[in-house]
């Protein structure tokens, strides 16, 4: 299965001309799901190869209004789409009031279901294939970091092992390969003895906004991707650490200390007109570092 992460909002506190407010979707299989959901987010959809109708779930950081005012405008275009199918939208304690306030607002009433989940820290929430964890960022007001990660696959298929076991090549192949045992002369052979070590699937994890957190850290551990706010660089510590929002240093020393593959950072402050800065300051201290822009597409490969 395909997992793209699509960057559709890289910017920090407010729209500019290079940069929209956050939003980032994972596109896994057929599924879109959608991380923040700033001002004008369904814009930055269209501009995109993705279709916002594919959109089955919403997790929400926090409530500064560069992560959810995009809500209320996103939910509207869906019903003028004519969306039929349930929309899921996750956040931190008070979503479901908030939700509840979109869904009351002028003359809109919804026609398809919306349902809002309240999630806090040491949340796993699971799906089909994988999960969803959720862990207390570090913010000047109550915000959450996500984590995707996929369910463990079975692992390698030993074929000369399976034929010196007397399976013949066909379906009793598959059923092993799916986990199950299969008869053979009247003796079981079960997945264990044809199957290496299950591997890992993809982990991609979401800092939201956030100072350098230790929980973070933790649920950030061997991500294939980190997406973290590097809001500033070095010279403005002081003032990151005012707002509650990191520098470009500080991301790369959370992506070094959770032994992830790669980081993007993100949540750009206006200021950078360039951010080029940013992403040598980052590469110093975590080589595999890259400043996250609008429309940028990244694919996440199974690891072999
Ligand atoms: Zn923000
Ligand atoms: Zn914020």
Redesign the pocket.
Known sequence: MQLYIHFLGTGGSWPTVQRNVSAVAIKRGGEIILFDCGEGTQRQFQKSKLSYMQITKIFIT?F?G??FLGLPGFIQTLQLNDREQPLHIYGPKGIKELVYQILHLGYFRPSFPIFAHEVKDGDAIEFEGYKIKVANAC???P?LAYSLEENKRPGKFNKKKALELGIPEGPLFRKLQYGESVEINGKIITPDMVLGKPRPGRKITIS??TMPCRSVVKLASKSDVLIHDATFDSSLEERAREY?HSTAAQAAMVAKEAKVEKLFLTHISPRYKNAELLENEARKIFPNSYVANDFMEIEVKLKK
């Open positions: 926090h500064h560069d992560h913010h000047n007001v915000a939201g906004d509650g």
